[in-house]
């Protein structure tokens, strides 16, 4: 079910797959699909399974069936019909204007200023003029009207990667920095965007200025038509070569580029810990080694281009000389006249400078070729699986895991055959060693991972079948690596900023925000930084806790909350947990065994297994 929300998607293929419980892909299939202007369209069939389980009541198998959308080419073209259109029109006239420049050039030298005939050259002038000023006042339109086209494809291109980028899996963002990813998605989008460039588009145009000059220079001299085509094939050889190279060349180049970049972005990840150990030397010496790698990789680009510059100049140099040698000939033997040859040449350059636009073309796909197949690759990488089951958010759940099996690794095995369940109210703690696998739990429950085996329920549902962001929306979780946004202290609590102020109030005071508010300035407008840099630890942690109490979901999910908290602090976040959130289910992951007591179970992770140690509250 297909809803039309960008006006240039209206036509496309949906790809469909169809997944079992283990991730098997048993099924595929494409659809066409058309939506007409604020409409919505209905995409249905059969997908033939292979392999199928046989279903049965008490053996039910679970599928989940994946889908992504893709625009038809031509509905990229529809949505801008109106540009293309204005294109289309300044193009022929800008055709028409550059075709009768040279013939006017030759009227006012042989019939204007050889036969001294002073109105031919006014009138040959006027006409020039008139051309000229046309030429010039639809570069002016086509310059604006490239930019809206340049603009609007880089802007949906980018919100594409954007939207990608918040649905990848977790697994991505833990094999690159954040510096690393930026670069990579800012260098490809630029490039790929750049084929909306006016250079690019208006290559496509340069056949009708090509066409139009070897109609004037057909009309001109056919001799003098031989020098002008022979050149054609020596660029195509050279561009050819070039391309290769330079499509190398830029392969390199953004490999280099995003080595750099994630290197720089974890030196001033760690910028404390080279100031703590003087490593000062060290890393400016890495800087040097990596910027000199990026710049010699550079230099050989940049001589390519160069190289390619060098033989357009040789070749229409050369063309002219010989137009010169060969039209100062055909003067002296009387078949052309002077006009003609200066004439002829303005339309050489007319069909030269356009072909080596186009020839040029494979230079410059060769350079995007590189961002283009990576940007492919990272725009079809597996995201988060949603499902599409509804849920009431409203109602504690009843959670439950059953036999889940869990590795990070195939030689880290973390959790083996966990089962609990997390009855609506319940107050449970998981107790265990740093490592042990607390934390995993967590992550599976909240869908960062997928178990090996084994399944979650959600009131006697697999979660796998529930749409993935009502789901989320079960929990408030504070965790120790809680990030904070760049902003005051209200807007990393209110993330949404819609909050009630009475409410807010309230979650300030039971979080111990309040109180350390007094001490700024600016109050609940204090700035607190990069991860909330300006923020102790406790107070840090503080605020987290005060956005999970806004948020005011049913399952609270506490890993090692208290990190940072003094005594008394410490003491006051347990007794809101187990005391002042009756109605809510709490998980609370830690380290420490002591003010357990009033949990209704809590839970040892030890070597990969989850044992009650303990049931009712003491």
């Given at each position: ?233 020596v660029k195509y050889v050279l561009v050819k070569c070039l391309a290769k190279k330079r499509e190398k060349n830029m392969k390199m180049y953004i490999q280099v580029e995003q080595q ?9 990840n760690t910028v404390e810990e080279i100031k703590l150990w003087n490593l000062y030397e060290l890393r400016k010496c890495e800087f040097l080694k990596q910027i000199c790698k990026s ?324």
């Amino acid at each position: 079910h297909l809803r039309n929300e960008n006006s240039s998607s209206t036509a496309g293929h949906i790809n469909i797959t169809l997944s079992d419980s283990s991730g098997r892909i048993v099924a595929k299939a494409k659809r066409p699909y058309k939506i007409h202007s604020k409409s919505e369209v209905y995409v249905s069939g059969n997908l033939k399974v292979d392999d199928p389980i046989l279903w049965s009541p008490e053996n039910p198998v679970l599928y989940t069936i994946t889908y992504q959308v893709t625009d038809k080419k031509g509905a990229i073209i529809d949505g801008y019909k109106k540009e293309i259109g204005i294109l289309s029109i300044s193009t022929i006239v800008s055709t028409v204007t550059v075709f009768l420049q040279p013939l006017l050039i030759k009227q006012i030298t042989d019939i204007g200023i050889l036969e001294k005939n002073m109105p031919q050259i006014v009138n040959g002038v006027a006409g020039l003029f008139v051309c000229v000023l046309v030429y010039l006042m639809i570069e002016v339109v086509q310059a604006k009207t490239f930019a809206e086209i340049h603009n609007s494809f880089y802007k949906n291109l980018y919100c594409n990667v954007f939207r990608k980028l918040l649905h990848l899996k977790k697994h991505y963002f833990q094999m690159k920095n954040s510096m690393e990813i930026v670069q990579m998605l800012q260098c490809d989008v630029s490039q790929v965007a750049s084929m909306t460039d006016r250079y690019v588009v208006m290559s496509f145009s340069y056949v009708f200025r090509v066409i139009s000059g070897l109609a004037g220079l057909m009309l001109l001299s056919p001799e003098l038509l031989c020098i002008v085509v022979i050149v054609i094939p020596v660029k195509y050889v050279l561009v050819k070569c070039l391309a290769k190279k330079r499509e190398k060349n830029m392969k390199m180049y953004i490999q280099v580029e995003q080595q750099f970049g994630g290197w720089l972005g974890d030196t001033i990840n760690t910028v404390e810990e080279i100031k703590l150990w003087n490593l000062y030397e060290l890393r400016k010496c890495e800087f040097l080694k990596q910027i000199c790698k990026s710049l010699a990789v550079e230099m050989k680009g940049t001589m390519i281009e160069t190289w390619n510059i060098f033989g357009d100049a040789v070749l229409e140099w050369g063309v002219t000389i010989l137009i010169y040698l060969v039209g100062g000939y055909l003067v002296f033997v009387g078949k052309i006249s002077i006009g003609s040859v200066f004439a002829f040449v303005s339309y050489s350059s007319y069909v030269t400078r356009p072909v080596n636009s186009l020839i040029d073309l494979r230079m410059h796909f060769a350079s995007v070729k590189p961002s283009a197949e990576r940007l492919y690759t990272f725009l079809n990488m597996e995201e988060e699986r949603s499902g599409s089951k509804r849920v009431e958010k409203e109602i504690s759940p009843i959670l439950e895991f059953k036999n889940v099996r869990f590795q990070y690794t195939k030689d880290r095995e973390v959790l083996k055959k966990v089962s609990f369940k997390l009855e609506p109210g319940e107050k449970v703690a998981i107790i265990g060693k740093n490592g042990s696998g607390k934390s995993t739990i967590l992550e599976l429950l909240l869908r960062f991972y997928e178990p090996e085996e084994g399944e979650i329920l959600c009131n006697g549902e697999n979660i796998k079948v529930l749409k993935l962001s009502e789901y989320r929306s079960l929990f408030s979780v504070v965790s120790q690596k809680s990030a904070l946004f760049l902003g005051d202290i209200v807007q990393n609590i209110d993330l949404e900023g819609k909050a009630d102020r009475q409410k807010l109030n309230e979650v300030l005071r039971k979080s111990g925000v309040k109180k350390y508010l007094q001490r700024f300035p600016e109050k609940e407008k204090t700035q607190i930084g990069d991860d909330g840099a300006f923020l102790s630890g406790g107070e840090r942690q503080k605020l987290v806790v005060a956005r999970a109490l806004l948020k005011d979901a049913p399952v609270m999910l506490f890993d090692e909350a208290s990190s940072g908290f003094d005594v008394e602090a410490n003491e006051y976040l347990y007794k809101i947990i187990t005391e002042e959130m009756p109605e809510k289910s709490v998980i609370f992951i830690t380290h420490h065994y002591d003010k357990l007591e009033k949990f209704d179970k809590v839970y040892l992770v030890k070597d990969g297994f989850l044992t009650e140690v303990r049931t009712g509250k003491m």
